[in-house]
């Protein structure tokens, strides 16, 4: 699980969508769609949507998780004035 990597490939992936829809574009004005092709079209964007959709809530779910990680690892007050304590009393380095 590298999010890193994964935000790039749904970057990657929203970028190809949007030059999905582009050309999309680009061909309804070269032709008139009829309603079964604009409706799965309209389909076909809307799943790859979803798609992506639930590919940023994974991401975002393990940002999250890392997020409470670190603040789970960082020291609290308690262990500062610990190591102060201490480092006064044994002429720790700063």
């Known amino acids: 699980m590298n999010p ?12 190809k969508l949007e030059n999905s829809i582009s050309s999309m574009e680009n061909h309804l004005s070269q032709y008139k769609m009829n309603t079964v092709e604009i409706n799965k079209s309209i389909m076909e964007l809307n799943y790859r949507k979803e798609k992506l959709q639930n590919e940023v809530d994974d991401i975002q779910s393990q940002i999250n998780f890392l997020a409470s990680l670190r603040e789970s690892q960082r020291p609290t007050e308690d ?16």
């Open 4 to 15: 890193k990597k994964e935000l790039d490939n749904l970057s990657r992936s929203i970028y």
């Open 79 to 94: 262990d500062t004035d610990e190591r102060s304590l201490f480092d006064k009393m044994f002429g720790g380095t700063d």
